[in-house]
């Protein structure tokens, strides 16, 4: 299981940021519109000798002469990730994702789960050679910079992937999902898999699928009906057959209606946001394949991990400033219930003091 939390993280700050710069740019094309008719001939002439010389290769932008440096760029990356970060709330996120890593690590620690150098040099070679062979040359070293990370921090990268990975394995060599699970999920879960053989016939209203069906209800063939009506270029040539599908492969209101059918059944007009269907049902296939007992497993083992990590989670002794708050007004809370309660035992008292005292008089 591949985790990329921290690029994942500096991807996200990355995006609100580049938002960001594309309203300045839209504030800045505004500006310039306004003053580019009062430049003059001259300046245009500064723009062409500036667009005609080179960019350093320590630099991301020359203006009027002037080195906008990698270095400055970094800077600015860090200062505006960090503050578009806290603006969005990813504080308590970033946060949150610390200590997941840090409980996996310890556990992997205590259980002799350990990444060696050359596990990673290996991995970090093979990224490098697969973003270059895709990106052109010079791509990787491309993605550092506009992800403000270097080599070394995206070996760390690497060593966490691989770490959760084997964690993960450790895991589930020692916790296996059994055929049991699968079989007793997939009971649970029938109409997840559950898959149905159908062919149909689109037309744009109503009324012409009224006047289909009925036809299809006086004897004529479904397979000629949906050569002469259907509207599905994609299908209408083959009778309108569309193959065995699950009902997350269809829109809501066409798969409601086929997994309720009977096989040889014929629907009446079923609307969607496509126009008007009439639905033919071939086969009903609940049979579990290959394919989808290895998607099952697949899931139950990313939920029994998961349950673990929460575990790990909430074992942990872990403060943070939210849990101290909480716990500082906890005890507030508890100080000042224990005030009124005092109050109201010196209240009894008193009252009591006062009813002796009426006796003795």
């Not at 040099?121 to 052109?136: A, L, P, R, W």
Request: glycine residues 4%; aromatic residues 6%.
């Amino acid at each position: 299981m591949k985790k990329t939390n921290k690029i994942l993280a500096i991807m996200l700050a990355s995006s609100m940021f580049l938002a960001a710069c594309d309203n300045q740019a839209a504030n800045n094309d505004t500006n310039t519109n306004k003053t580019e008719t009062a430049e003059s001939k001259t300046d245009d002439v500064k723009k062409d000798e500036n667009t005609t010389e080179k960019l350093p290769d320590n630099a991301v932008a020359l203006v009027n002469g002037e080195t906008l440096s990698k270095d400055q760029y970094k800077d600015e990356m860090a200062f505006y990730a960090s503050y578009l970060a806290s603006s969005q709330g990813a504080k308590n996120q970033v946060v949150g994702m610390m200590i997941k890593d840090k409980l996996v690590f310890d556990d992997a620690a205590k259980n002799n789960i350990k990444v060696s150098d050359k596990e990673v040099s290996d991995q970090f070679m093979q990224t490098v050679d697969n973003i270059e062979k895709q990106n052109g040359k010079g791509a990787f070293d491309e993605m550092l910079e506009d992800y403000n990370l270097t080599a070394e921090q995206f070996k760390e990268v690497i060593k966490k992937d691989i770490l959760y990975t084997k964690h993960q394995e450790w895991f589930l060599k020692n916790n296996p999902v059994s055929d049991e699970d699968v079989e007793k999920s997939y009971e649970e879960n029938k109409d997840q898999f559950k898959k149905v053989d159908a062919d149909h016939i689109l037309v744009e209203d109503e009324e012409t699928a009224k006047e289909v069906k009925e036809k299809l209800d006086n004897g004529a063939d479904f397979a000629e009906l949906a050569k002469e009506y259907s509207k599905d270029t994609g299908n209408a040539d083959k009778g309108g057959a569309l193959g065995e599908f699950k009902k997350a492969d269809m829109v809501p209101q066409f798969s409601e209606k086929a997994f309720s059918m009977k096989e040889g059944e014929i629907s009446d007009p079923v609307e969607t946001q496509f126009g008007w269907h009439i639905i033919k049902l071939n086969k009903i296939n609940e049979s579990l394949t290959d394919e989808d007992k290895q998607v099952l497993r697949k899931t139950l083992e990313d939920q029994k991990y998961e349950e673990y990590k929460n575990e790990l989670f909430e074992n942990a002794d872990i403060v943070t400033k939210e849990t101290q708050a909480a716990e500082e007004a906890k005890e507030n809370n508890e100080s000042e219930e224990s005030k009124d309660e005092n109050k109201k035992e010196e209240t009894v008292e008193e009252e009591n003091k006062n009813s002796d005292e009426k006796k003795n008089n």
